[in-house]
């Protein structure tokens, strides 16, 4: 069965910066697009961004030039590095794993298995 971990999350100050990581196991990595999508009390999961196969990348207007995505294939593992974080950044942060070349990557309906996810607070 395939699993995603995250981890990573905690608090930090607006204008700080954070990094969350997930590790996936159970099948092979490479050749999958993996994402971070988030979810914030009361609001519905939004997709954040995206990493492919040749790792072409792709960001929600809302974190674009702020957060970047990468990934280790021979560790398993994609992560999300967050830089002047702001207070609506606030979420539970959430990887996942998708088809390669799905169009609908920026959708949760694009992605197979998700992680339990992980706490960012980020105080004013």
């Known amino acids: 069965q395939v699993q995603l971990v995250e981890s990573g999350g905690g608090l930090v100050q607006a204008g700080g910066s954070l990094s969350v990581s997930c590790i996936v196991s159970?099948?092979?990595?490479?050749?999958?697009?993996m994402g971070w999508s988030r979810q914030a009390p009361g609001k519905e999961r939004e997709f954040v961004a995206r990493i492919s196969w040749s790792e072409g990348k792709y960001y929600a207007d809302s974190v674009k030039g702020r957060f970047t995505i990468s990934r280790d294939n021979a560790k398993n593992t994609v992560y999300l590095q967050m830089n002047s974080l702001k207070p609506e950044d606030t979420a539970v942060y959430y990887c996942a794993v998708g088809s390669p070349g799905d169009p609908r990557f920026r959708t949760p309906v694009a992605y197979d298995y998700w992680g339990q996810g992980t706490q960012v607070t980020v105080s004013p």
């Open positions: 159970g099948r092979t990595f490479s050749s999958y697009t």
